[in-house]
């Protein structure tokens, strides 16, 4: 068997994960997404990756179903496709997510170091018995600690989603990764600087709940894992399964408590 054979036979192997992990490892060597794009850009003509990827996975699924019969065949077509352009959407939908989030990140660390920055500033005896600065020095604290619980929890949900469908590889680009790991320590460090301050001029303590970041990581799973599902079935002509998912997503985000007993 000559060598482009054998190559042959091996892609047409690969399961749906595995096309997934191909092309994604391509496509990190490129750094960051943007870098990425642009190569794809470049091609003449510019060939859009999930296009590749469905092209594989349906040949992949035909081959090794061949001398089947055809519903079977076309069964085991059906199926490959779902997990390969589930996966896809699911990459693009981390890395669409994280890029979002570190842009409200700059933000938030914006504004809580500005006001962090107008607390100390005051050096009066005075600010101990102020309960305006008090406030605003309770609630930076409090607010600071909830981003780095918000980082925690997206993080751990990555991981969670990464280990489920993509066999543990990392999704986000190197360059985004990075990125995402210098905004953590940095809203960690604003959060220390927070607490310092509230506890040396007396702040009661906040309230810990020690399954808050447990709970919001589940909450996040479901918001990677179940737009993406949604998103490959409509991109796949299957609008109605895709609809039902959405619409169940949706009902979970705005979900109200119900009240306690009287």
Same mark, same amino acid.
């Given at each position: 068997?000559?060598?482009?054979?054998?190559?042959?036979?091996?892609?047409?192997?690969?399961?749906?994960?595995? @096309? !997934?992990? /191909?092309?994604?490892?391509? *496509? =990190?060597?490129?750094? &960051?997404? +943007?870098?990425?794009?642009?190569?794809?850009? %470049?091609?003449?003509?510019?060939?859009?990756?999930?296009?590749?990827?469905?092209?594989?996975?349906?040949?992949?699924?035909?081959?090794?179903?061949?001398?089947?019969?055809?519903?079977?065949?076309?069964?085991?077509?059906?199926?490959?496709?779902?997990?390969?352009?589930?996966?896809?959407? @699911? !990459?693009? /939908?981390?890395?669409?997510? *994280? =890029?979002?989030?570190? &842009?409200? +990140?700059?933000?938030?660390?914006?504004?809580? %170091?500005?006001?962090?920055?107008?607390?100390?500033?005051?050096?009066?005896?005075?600010?101990?018995?102020?309960?305006?600065?008090?406030?605003?020095?309770?609630?930076?604290?409090?607010?600071?600690?909830?981003?780095?619980?918000?980082?925690?929890?997206?993080?751990?949900?990555?991981?969670?989603?990464?280990? /489920?469908?993509?066999?543990?590889?990392?999704?986000?680009?190197?360059?985004?990764?990075?990125?995402?790991?210098?905004?953590?320590?940095?809203?960690?460090?604003?959060?220390?600087?927070?607490?310092?301050?509230?506890?040396?001029?007396?702040?009661?303590?906040?309230?810990?709940?020690?399954?808050?970041?447990?709970?919001?990581?589940?909450?996040?799973?479901?918001?990677?894992?179940?737009?993406?599902?949604?998103?490959?079935?409509?991109?796949?002509?299957?609008?109605?399964?895709?609809?039902?998912?959405?619409?169940?997503?949706?009902?979970?985000?705005?979900?109200?408590?119900?009240?306690?007993?009287?």
């Amino acid at each position: 068997m000559t060598l482009s054979r054998r190559v042959a036979a091996i892609e047409v192997s690969l399961s749906p994960t595995q @096309l !997934v992990l /191909r092309w994604l490892a391509e *496509a =990190h060597a490129f750094g &960051d997404i +943007e870098s990425y794009v642009a190569s794809l850009l %470049a091609q003449e003509p510019p060939v859009a990756p999930l296009d590749r990827l469905y092209r594989e996975a349906e040949h992949g699924a035909r081959t090794g179903m061949r001398g089947k019969r055809p519903e079977l065949v076309e069964a085991a077509v059906r199926s490959a496709l779902r997990e390969t352009v589930f996966r896809f959407e @699911l !990459v693009m /939908r981390i890395n669409v997510a *994280a =890029h979002e989030l570190l &842009d409200r +990140e700059v933000l938030f660390e914006t504004i809580f %170091a500005s006001q962090l920055a107008l607390l100390l500033t005051d050096q009066s005896k005075d600010r101990l018995k102020d309960e305006s600065h008090l406030h605003r020095l309770r609630q930076c604290r409090d607010l600071t600690l909830l981003r780095v619980n918000e980082l925690l929890a997206t993080a751990e949900a990555r991981s969670t989603v990464e280990a /489920r469908y993509l066999d543990g590889h990392a999704a986000l680009f190197p360059g985004l990764a990075s990125a995402f790991n210098e905004q953590l320590r940095r809203s960690q460090e604003l959060a220390v600087t927070a607490m310092h301050l509230a506890e040396l001029d007396g702040v009661e303590p906040g309230p810990d709940d020690p399954e808050a970041v447990g709970l919001r990581t589940s909450q996040l799973v479901a918001d990677l894992v179940e737009p993406a599902k949604s998103t490959a079935l409509e991109k796949l002509g299957e609008g109605r399964p895709a609809l039902d998912i959405a619409n169940a997503w949706l009902r979970t985000k705005f979900a109200v408590a119900p009240l306690p007993e009287p």
